[in-house]
């Protein structure tokens, strides 16, 4: 699904290509078929945000049973670049508390993307 890469139009990969890579018939084989793919790529997210904040705290010098004192670092010289960039990234560094929604943030602001919320139903 190497498609998937070089996509820039979501509508036209969920209605379009997807149906035709995975070779659904109805609209609910599609479903059904979305099924296996979904799930694999929601449990893999986890596991992606940790690989990064693993990487991001060894080029921080840091680890995870060290986030007080690198919240210390961070407040020691944030604000004292001029760019402000560079000073969001500290700010969001000064509050990293290990959690998946404050990882997202740094990676958002990485990114210059927000981060898409997606809404669980509860049943």
Known sequence: MKFLLKAN?????LFIDLPVVLES?????????????????????????????????????????????????????EGLSGDLRQDAFCARIAKYDGSRESMEGILSLAANKPVPRLERSRH
């Open 9 to 13: 139009d979501p509508h036209k990969v």
């Open 25 to 77: 018939k109805t609209g609910l084989a599609f479903v059904e078929d979305l099924r296996g793919p979904l799930t694999e790529l929601v449990s893999r997210y986890g596991d992606l945000l940790r690989g990064i904040e693993d990487d991001m705290l060894k080029e921080l010098d840091s680890t995870r049973d060290e986030l007080p004192q690198l919240r210390d670092r961070t407040e020691a010289v």
